[in-house]
């Protein structure tokens, strides 16, 4: 028995089955349309993101400030250094014989000045004297004169006294002048804090601080980056030796298309990825600030868009974020990584602009202001050597 042969599709049936493919199409697109729609309305608005964000850090440049051979290098290139580490050491030798003058001349200085004060007492005993012999010349010129009547003195010999008396009040009159002269060099003074040996000690203390200068240390907790010096290498004041990156304080600095940044405010919480640890870790911060120009605005060479033709380009701005420290302490990043970043709008209430603040954004140990070793030996050096000069 033969089976029916299968019949073709009419025309219209098959018009019907393209209408409801074309339907089925049209309900797909307005359904998704409307799912795009709603999570755009519900959430999608409320955030903004890139990739175009890249970590940050300050890089502190350690530099020579003074002028010497590198003797030793202590850290290597990646090394972690902790604040007041040493990191270079230059040859002391020449510090050691600025040191050595400075200490010597304190020494003469103090014996010079102490002198000073001597001549005091000798411009005194001088000045004393001549008064003395003032006194003796005009009692001697007073009986020879009540006398020079009566002939017993030639006249001659009066007017000898009275030249002498003459000479006499001169030599005083000098005396008195070199006093004066002796008691401005140290009136009001002392060997400790006249101006001469004050100077001295400053020399002294300047000197010390060149000394200390030859050990140089890093001036923060950090991570050796770019060494360009060697062993044996002549330095001169301000050369670059190298960096050190404290990784402990990374930001990021995210660059937002310029139609992005309308509901961006600083203190808004941003959500961020990084390529080197994947969707595996998520970091937290804050919007900190926004550059005050666009990127292109601080180029080397910036756009000059009066000139020839033109085609608008879209903009991008930094804007810098801030990390929570516990995060990059558990997963450090390094300058330069690349980073997704995610703002939440929600809260629009911060300002745009940052609050002048005070706040030192970065800062190293500076030298003290006083060394206690330096001011005892030049308190040796003066105590010892107005002792010998009074003596």
């Known amino acids: ?86 990191l270079i050491e230059l040859d002391p030798a020449d510090a050691k014989v600025a040191m050595d003058a400075a200490l010597a001349d304190l020494a003469s200085t103090v014996r010079q000045v102490s002198g000073s004060f001597a001549q005091v007492e000798r411009a005194r005993a001088q000045l004393a004297a001549r008064n003395v012999e003032l006194r003796r010349a005009r009692e001697d010129f007073a009986r020879r004169n009540s006398i020079a009547s009566a002939g017993a003195v030639s006249s001659e010999e009066v007017a000898h006294a009275r030249e002498t008396i003459d000479a006499l009040e001169a030599a005083v009159r000098a005396a008195q002048e070199d006093l ?26 300047d000197a010390a601080l ?109 804007v810098r974020i801030v990390l929570d420290a516990a995060e990059t302490e558990a997963h450090p990043l390094r300058v330069g990584l690349s980073m997704n970043v995610e703002v939440d709008l929600h809260d629009q209430t911060g300002p745009v602009l940052g609050v002048p603040t005070q706040d030192v954004a970065a800062s190293m140990p500076a030298h003290p202001a006083s060394d206690p070793a330096v001011e005892a030996t030049v308190a040796r050096i003066i105590a010892q050597n107005t002792h010998h000069a009074s003596r």
């Open 1 to 86: 028995m033969n089976s029916p042969a299968p019949t073709a599709d009419t025309p219209a049936e098959g018009m019907s089955n393209r209408r409801r493919g074309l339907i089925v199409l049209a309900a797909i697109v307005v359904v998704g349309a409307l799912a795009w729609g709603v999570y755009w309305f519900l959430h999608g608005r409320w955030f903004v993101s890139t990739e175009n964000a890249y970590a940050g850090a300050t890089i502190v440049q350690v530099t020579a400030e003074i002028p010497g051979t590198i003797r030793a290098m202590h850290p290597r290139e990646t090394d972690s250094v902790k604040a007041g580490q040493t």
């Open 180 to 205: 004066n002269v002796a008691l401005t060099q140290t009136q009001g003074t002392s060997v400790e804090q006249h101006p001469l040996v004050q100077r001295a000690a400053t020399r002294v203390r």
């Open 210 to 318: 060149t000394l200390t200068r030859t050990t140089i240390a890093s001036p923060v907790d950090g991570v050796v980056a770019k060494k360009g010096v060697q062993v044996g290498q002549r330095v001169a004041p301000g050369t670059p030796l190298l960096a050190v990156v404290p990784l402990a304080d990374v930001w990021v600095d995210a660059n937002f298309k310029e139609v992005q940044l309308q509901h961006m405010r600083i203190g808004q919480p941003v959500t961020l990825r990084a390529d080197l640890y994947g969707s595996n870790v998520t970091f937290h911060g804050k919007v900190k600030g926004f550059s005050p120009g666009t990127g292109a605005a601080f180029a080397l060479l910036p756009a000059q868009n009066a000139s020839g033709n033109w085609i608008k380009i879209v903009q991008r701005v930094p």
